[in-house]
């Protein structure tokens, strides 16, 4: 793998905190909805979550859950490039690679979207080595390249450009690009992630970022730092249990008082990339089994909130939540079985809307606290 050399900016801002406001998008599901696509859509898409943390699913190649945004789609905006070319981007912390599209990248899910174009930038370095990204309903191949990345403060980063992404399904996503925000073990072709770039060039007062998903309005990732008027109570820090992704221990799962899932414990990856809450075949079923067999928005009100005890704290998070309305009058609950070799959960935004999330790099740990209504 190459190895990253560090272009220190020539303005080297104060150390601090940085608000990325997010974008809450019209969702894929009334995108879809719009073009007649919906109800083709579950059937023609398969979805692999589950390879994205296993890669030997998919042949030893690192996966991104794209797929599973169906309800909500959190981006914000970045940009890339002397000047500055601007993208919307999903921040992910199930993933460690920065990609856009690239100009040269004619596939159909690169054309509806903001193109980097290389010759534009007086900062680019271009390399020539292949990079390839395989989804589970789709990927992207391109090159590595650096240039300066401006996430409000300076840093100079590796990025992937897309020069292909075959399939249809990007095509309708709101995001250009991914920001991932995982640890560099997992990062494509030996690179340093972006928050990495930035502790390592002192642009951060602290080795911590923080994320506020909202229904509503307000949401945002903070990178350096966290926003104490966005959560009640204090937070509850979960040491992690892998470095790779943001992998947490789980004491047990519990519905209505009773264990349902993960009675002798389990892992599970907190993942803003991921829509759903996902976890081993069995386990869903039997939960899908307490939430019964009614689809209908109105069920939400008699059906029991579910419980993830982590470190001895309970964690509920209610069926307003988790049921999500795909069309009128019919609703879906927000979990699905993911098949891999170790009994994983994924707490995707059906979680991370419930609580503020803090990622300590420094303490090696994830915070967590009820999320304010409105901040």
Request: charged share 15%; proline share 6%; glycine share 8%.
């Amino acid at each position: 793998a190459m190895r990253l050399v560090l272009l220190l900016a020539v303005l080297l801002l104060a150390r601090g905190a940085v608000r990325i406001p997010l974008r809450r998008m019209k969702s894929l599901r009334h995108r879809l909805e719009e073009q007649g696509l919906l109800e083709a859509s579950p059937n023609t898409l398969p979805s692999r979550v589950g390879s994205k943390f296993f890669s030997s699913l998919t042949g030893g190649v690192t996966t991104e859950p794209l797929e599973n945004i169906m309800d909500a789609e959190y981006v914000g905006a970045i940009s890339i490039g002397t000047p500055p070319q601007q993208f919307l981007v999903l921040f992910d912390t199930g993933s460690s690679d920065l990609w856009v599209p690239s100009v040269d990248c004619s596939s159909p899910a690169c054309v509806g979207h903001e193109r980097f174009d290389p010759r534009l930038s007086a900062t680019h370095q271009a390399t020539g080595q292949p990079v390839s990204i395989q989804y589970g309903t789709g990927s992207m191949s391109g090159v590595l390249a650096y240039d300066t990345v401006r996430v409000s403060p300076i840093s100079n980063q590796a990025i992937s450009l897309s020069k292909k992404e075959p399939g249809s399904f990007l095509t309708h996503h709101a995001f250009d690009g991914i920001l991932g925000l995982a640890f560099p073990s997992i990062a494509s072709s030996g690179t340093v992630p972006v928050f990495d770039n930035m502790m390592s060039q002192g642009l951060v007062a602290e080795d911590l970022f923080s994320i506020y998903l909202s229904s509503r309005t307000g949401s945002f990732v903070m990178l350096g730092g966290m926003d104490s008027s966005c959560f009640s109570g204090r937070l509850r820090w979960i040491p992690l249990s892998a470095e790779t992704y943001w992998q947490i221990a789980v004491d047990r799962i519990i519905m209505r008082g009773r264990v349902v899932a993960c009675p002798r414990g389990c892992q599970a990856v907190v993942d803003s990339g991921t829509m759903l809450l996902a976890g081993p075949p069995r386990d869903i079923a039997t939960i899908q089994r307490h939430i019964g067999a009614s689809e209908y928005p109105s069920a939400k009100k008699s059906l029991p909130d579910i419980v993830f005890v982590i470190g001895g704290t309970k964690f509920p998070v209610p069926a307003k939540t988790y049921i999500q309305q795909i069309y009128l009058g019919y609703c879906k609950s927000g979990f699905e079985s993911i098949t891999v070799p170790t009994e994983l959960w994924i707490l995707g935004q059906v979680f991370l809307r419930q609580y503020y999330s803090v990622f300590d790099r420094a303490h090696h740990r994830v915070g967590l606290a009820p999320a304010a209504q409105q901040c």
